[in-house]
């Protein structure tokens, strides 16, 4: 049988199945996480995109939309990034063998998403400014037809992305989750999961929806901001600040499917401490052995706060979605911890180590 992709579910991409451009992205696992769960009270599951080619769920989009690129007869591509984009970007590119361009707000990408961008051939430019100012700048760019966009403002990358969304409910049994919880930055992928849920439901594959919940970082949440006021329309946070690079973005693009996204469901928006982020990440890597990058650990300290906050009830069935694999940011994850002890080789020195000499 085909390799587990998300290319099971190609009748419902937009793409011409002769030519897809792919590294078997998708399939991800659905981990069930017991340990935490019990300890809250829910029954969790978390829905690994760290197993993605490129560690994180982009590449559901980045095969759609490299794909559309070579059919659209396009020469290069671009995008802004906060780093796994670019990453993603960067590997499609170099498989369809397009000229690629990224550009990454200047110090604020962590090492991980960078290396893939430079080593996979893209060429990166750092940017004196933002992601949000990156974005603007290369979206003039594209409206020059110098570069083809594939920033999540491109259909295309949802409709790779909205994979998710069918294969949690397959996974689970041809049914939806209580509630499916995932960070949000630019706001396309809490987008794109509720389009595929919807697909899957107006289908009539399965006779209940998800509540969808976005988590952002205190630093950089306007779209919690607009959801507690109720309104459609967001306040742009000029400079969005948090650890969680990923998701330091102030003006997201999507913000009006998200929205809509979160209130067809009857979800909610809320948002998390740095050091809520950093607490969650460690409890997913050490009570559960699953390693995410910060951005992803957003939506387990979005679970904990919400039930503190009587949010969400003790029970429920909860899949959070983790978004990038530990290893985008090792700098923050080595930062986080005790520095290694150095010993000598000799068994003495290890056993007056072990022994707590
Ligand atoms: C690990 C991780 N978790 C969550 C998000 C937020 O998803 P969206 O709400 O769909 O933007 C991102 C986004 C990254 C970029 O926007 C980029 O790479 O330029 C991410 O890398």
Redesign the pocket.
Known sequence: GRKKTMWKYKEFMPVDESKIVTLQEGGTPLIKCDNIGKDLGVKLYVKFEGANPTG???DRGMSVGITKALELGVKSVG?????????SLAAYAARANLDCLVLLPHGKVALG?LAQAMFHGARVLSVRGN?DEALEAVTSLALMGEVYLL??VNPFRLEG?KSIGFEIVDELGWRSPDRII?????????S?IWKGISEFYRAGFIDDRPMMTGIQAEGASPIVNAFKKGEMEIEPVKNPETVAT??R?GA?V?YLK?LRAIYESEGLAESVSDKEILEAQKLLARKEGVGV?P??AASLAGLIRLLDEGEIDRGEEVVCIA??HLL?DPDTAIRACEEPLEVEADINSLLDVIMGK
């Not at 995932?182 to 809490?190: E, F, R, S, T």
């Open positions: 994180s769920f982009k995008c802004a990034s906060t780093g796994n984009t670019s990453a998403k992601f920033n999540s992305q995932l960070p949000v930055g630019n706001a396309g992928n809490i794109a990923a998701i973005i997201p999507s998200a990058e951005a992803s978004t990038g985008k």
